[in-house]
């Protein structure tokens, strides 16, 4: 038999862009009558950073590329149906409708929504921007607002800059404190580490420890030395007992610090109020350990606290944050080998991007301060559904899907019902992009080179690797940046066009806005990595890092262990760490009155969240390899609270709370607290016009139906997911 056939097989060094771990992988490529397929997925042996390790979620990025779901083409609705359009019309058409909006309803009248995977998608972060700019409207959201919000302000207020963020210098450290983060589920967050398992073993084999203090004995728990559970939304007041400890136990020694922070003593007159014993009942930990624990840290050569997803989006996530900053500083960890510590990355943003700002606007309806330019994206619908001028009528949802990733989904699912114009940049037809009337897909993470301009700053290590598309780029295909960047220029042009439409102009305005963003298209965001990389602290000397040097190199290039960096390391005016204490003391006044005042005691359970090392956010479902079936989303309960409520394992129940009910398998387990229901979110694909077979087929319910848009972390605005009071029955 003869056939045409013809087959070339390919070996390309790249990255997983599916978490924060920077993975190295080896992809291995086919061409196949004409058509690109990718044949293999494995870990890059030689990529310095991640020395070969990969989590099964890599070979997901192969499912995502085949997903026969996954939208190829721009789509248009008519009716209640899809037709394919091609991209100029439908780019031009969302132009117009942007325009059209604005020009009716104001500036405002059209808002925007980030989702998570842009934060793994330089093209998005660099040019995007271009866009949000030109359409000037203050009404943008984002998914930060239900995560890491907290950490951005204190990093603003005491180094001044949102992102400076330090690290746990995680291979150095002899005491690693975990406080709501699962890292082996999760494989890291604000801490960019590949094979976290073998780096926490590590720390133990060298007679070190692994403190993990979660309302869940998770997967990281069962490989920690030590386990606390703790009361979810306690961990301010657990904080505010270990800070009065370290007092009362004269065990400060922040030495290193002081000249830098003026002010670091006075710390102890407000937590005064908070010996362990005072809080130990209501936190759930023992006062006797809180104190050991506090011993054992400041005493240890090194030591770092980490607080992540379950510490930060809770009711007091702000202050606990700060908190945990303190403490850290208080026993001399910051700045220091083995404690938390400021990477230096290659391409360094920093100084280029917004330092973040608090409270420039305010939310029409709750008059909820903005952060960082954003809002907080629990008033997103009712800012939709609120009427009156300023109201939002149009949206963009960029790579987000907040139907099923924010507090009360539902009202949001109906807000973006009443919209007069809805574009989604997404490769998906999913909970949220549903209700778009254009779609415009991008292509996936493989398909477009890959630098990682977020998570290189948020490493355990200083490194940098760049990643080449695997498959060239096709007329018919674009990624985000270009998209983005198309957006800007059409939306300049249909603003030119009306204005000028009287004096017949256009055709020299409009090569001018062309002419404009062309150095835009030639340079690329690679060329910007290029420009940052040539500027940057690496760029002479050994390294000599370039776009060039990268690409000679395609398993990435180590740069070392942190380095100690202060006072380099600020951006604040003074040059000194601003403690800003009026700013994030004055909360421990809610935290009194919430804890101790009249109406404190409360017969609810407390809903908290959990990851799964194969699912991602929302939009993982449709693999078939990541997810069989819904077995994965059950409430777990504890036989205690199984026993109270006449429930048995396996068994439907209701989880009702103020905003919602859900109707879901327990799981009765004593791996959870007792007092605490603990649901997967990202789940609940039984929605109507959704086109993700496998997803559809296993939809399991959305945790986001019961969790709260009124209730906030005031000092942030940040949603409230863990700690969410609700009650629990037999279905
Ligand atoms: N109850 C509860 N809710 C939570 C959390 C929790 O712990 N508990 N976690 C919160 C956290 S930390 C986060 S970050 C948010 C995430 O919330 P979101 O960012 O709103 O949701 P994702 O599920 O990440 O949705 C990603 C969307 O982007 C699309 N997509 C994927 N890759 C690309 C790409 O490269 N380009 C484009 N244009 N689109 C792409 C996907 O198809 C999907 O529709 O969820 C939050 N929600
Ligand atoms: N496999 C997988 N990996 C992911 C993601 C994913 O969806 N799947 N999402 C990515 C994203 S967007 C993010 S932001 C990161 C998040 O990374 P992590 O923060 O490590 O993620 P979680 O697994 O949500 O861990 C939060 C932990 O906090 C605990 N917790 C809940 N409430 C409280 C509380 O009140 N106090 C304390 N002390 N603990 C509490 C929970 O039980 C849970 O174990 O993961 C990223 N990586
Ligand atoms: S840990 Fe898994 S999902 Fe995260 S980057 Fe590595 S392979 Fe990808
Ligand atoms: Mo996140």
Not at 63 to 89: A, N, S, T
Not at 279 to 301: C, N, P, S, T
Not at 332 to 350: E, I, W
Not at 591 to 606: C, H, I, K, P
Request: one cysteine or more; proline letters at 5%; hydrophobic letters at 35%.
């Amino acid at each position: 038999m003869t056939t045409s056939t013809q087959q070339t097989s390919a070996k390309h060094y790249s990255t997983c862009t599916l978490c924060e771990a920077m993975c190295g992988i080896e992809v291995t490529t086919e061409v196949l009558d004409n058509e690109n397929l990718i044949t293999a997925i494995a870990g890059d042996k030689n990529n310095p950073f991640s020395q070969g390790h990969v989590c099964p979620k890599a070979k997901a990025l192969k499912d995502l590329y085949d997903d026969k779901d996954r939208v190829r083409h721009p789509l248009k609705k008519v009716g209640d149906k899809w037709q394919q359009i091609e991209w100029d019309e439908a780019l031009d058409l969302v132009a117009e409708n942007i325009h059209k909006i604005q020009k009716k309803h104001g500036l405002n009248a059209f808002g925007t929504y980030l989702g998570n995977p842009n934060a793994h998608n330089y093209g998005a972060i660099l040019f995007g921007p271009y866009f949000f700019r030109t359409l000037q409207s203050f009404n943008r959201f984002s998914a930060t607002s239900v995560d890491q919000l907290p950490h951005h302000i204190v990093s603003l207020k005491l180094f001044g800059h949102q992102n400076q963020i330090p690290i746990t210098d995680i291979d150095n450290t002899d005491y690693f404190m975990i406080i709501g983060g699962n890292p082996l589920a999760s494989n890291g967050s604000i801490m960019t580490v590949p094979y976290v398992k073998k780096r926490l073993k590590a720390i133990q084999q060298k007679g070190g420890k692994v403190v993990v203090i979660d309302p869940k004995k998770t997967e990281t728990a069962d490989v920690s030395s030590e386990h606390h559970f703790i009361v979810p939304g306690t961990d301010a007041l657990l904080m505010l007992a270990m800070l009065n400890s370290l007092f009362s136990q004269n065990l400060c020694k922040a030495d290193n610090i002081l000249p830098l922070a003026d002010g670091l003593l006075d710390v102890e007159k407000y937590v005064d109020a908070y010996p362990p014993e005072r809080v130990a009942k209501l936190v759930g930990i023992a006062a006797d350990d809180i104190h050991r624990m506090v011993k054992e840290f400041a005493q240890a050569e090194s030591a770092s606290c980490y607080g992540r997803m379950g510490a930060s989006v809770q009711r007091f996530g702000t202050l606990t944050q700060y908190l945990i900053m303190l403490f850290n500083m208080l026993t001399g960890n910051l700045d220091k080998k083995g404690g938390m510590m400021f990477t230096q990355p290659a391409a360094d943003y920093l100084p280029h991007s917004g330092r973040g700002s608090i409270a420039k606007g305010k939310t029409r309806v709750r008059g909820l301060p903005s952060f960082g330019g954003e809002y907080p994206v629990s008033a997103l619908a009712e800012e939709i559904l609120t009427p009156g001028d300023g109201q939002i009528k149009g949206m963009i949802l960029g790579a987000g899907n907040p139907v099923l990733t924010t507090p009360n989904g539902p009202q949001l699912d109906k807000a973006f019902e009443q919209l007069e114009f809805l574009v989604a940049v997404d490769f998906y037809i999913g909970e949220s992009s549903r209700h778009a009337d254009v779609i415009l897909p991008p292509v996936t993470a493989l398909e477009r080179d890959h630098y990682d301009i977020v998570f290189h700053k948020f490493a355990v290590r200083n490194s940098a690797k760049f990643s080449p598309a695997v498959f060239p780029m096709s007329d018919d295909k674009r990624s985000d940046w270009q998209i983005y960047l198309s957006l800007a220029e059409k939306l300049e042009i249909q603003r030119a066009k009306d204005s000028s439409s009287a004096s017949g102009q256009m055709d020299e305005t409009e090569a001018a806005i062309k002419q404009k963003y062309q150095p835009l298209w030639d340079k690329k965001p690679s060329g910007v990595v290029d420009d940052l990389l040539k500027s940057g602290r690496y760029a002479n000397g050994e390294h000599n890092l370039s776009l060039q040097t990268l690409i000679d190199n395609p398993h990435g290039i180590d740069l070392g262990e942190l380095q100690p960096n202060l006072p380099d390391a600020l951006f604040t005016q003074s040059k000194t760490i601003e403690l800003s204490i009026d700013y994030f003391m004055p909360d421990i006044k809610r935290v009194e009155a919430f804890f101790f005042g009249a109406q404190a005691s409360d017969e609810s359970l407390l809903l908290i969240g959990r990851r799964h090392l194969k699912s991602n956010n929302s939009w993982l479902h449709n693999s078939k390899r990541m997810v069989k079936d819904s077995a994965r989303c059950t409430a777990q309960i504890h036989p205690l609270d199984a026993q109270n409520h006449d429930i048995e394992n396996g068994q439907d129940i209701t989880i009702a709370s103020r905003v919602g009910e859900i109707n879901i398998a327990a799981e009765v387990t004593d791996k959870v607290m007792p007092g605490v229901v603990c649901v997967p979110h990202g789940w609940g694909h039984d929605k109507k016009g959704i086109q993700l077979e496998h997803a559809q087929s296993i939809a399991g319910v959305s945790c986001n139906d019961l969790t709260d848009e009124m209730v906030l972390d005031e000092l942030s605005g940040n949603a409230v997911l863990n700690g969410v009071p609700v009650n629990i029955r037999p279905a």
